[in-house]
């Protein structure tokens, strides 16, 4: 049974920083793209970023890039997203996604997605 445990969600105020986490347990993430989506309330599930292999290119969505960064731990068989200079805009559920290996194309698609957590709250407001 494949499970994705978000944590590191919280209050932060704007101009701040949060780290969130991804523990993966059922299957190893070495070979599986990861991701990062978010969602608030009455809106669409959004891409915030993702990545198909270490070493291979991150992709960001514009509204995060220069602020946000994405990290992986294959050995620990988790991800990471590093969070700066937040907005109240950046408020929302933050989950994590795994999928087999994804084209470039199909990244930003929540649908192509297997396996979610059930994320983390981050809210950003002073």
């Known amino acids: 049974q494949v499970q994705l445990v978000e944590s590191g969600g919280g209050l932060v105020p704007p101009g701040g920083s949060l780290r969130l986490s991804c523990k993966v347990s059922g299957r190893a993430i070495k070979s599986e793209t990861m991701a990062w989506f978010r969602q608030t309330p009455g809106k669409e599930r959004e891409f915030v970023t993702a990545?198909?292999?270490?070493?291979?290119?991150?992709y960001y969505a514009d509204s995060v890039k220069g602020r946000f960064t994405f990290s992986r731990d294959d050995a620990e068989n988790a991800i990471y997203l590093e969070m700066n200079s937040l907005k109240p805009e950046d408020t929302a559920i933050y989950f994590c996604?795994?999928?087999?290996?994804?084209?470039?194309?199909?990244?930003?698609?929540?649908?192509?997605?297997?396996?979610w957590g059930r994320g983390t709250q981050v809210t950003v407001a002073s």
């Open positions: 990545n198909r292999r270490r070493g291979e290119t991150t």
């Open positions: 996604a795994s999928a087999r290996r994804l084209i470039l194309s199909a990244l930003g698609l929540a649908a192509q997605y297997s396996y």
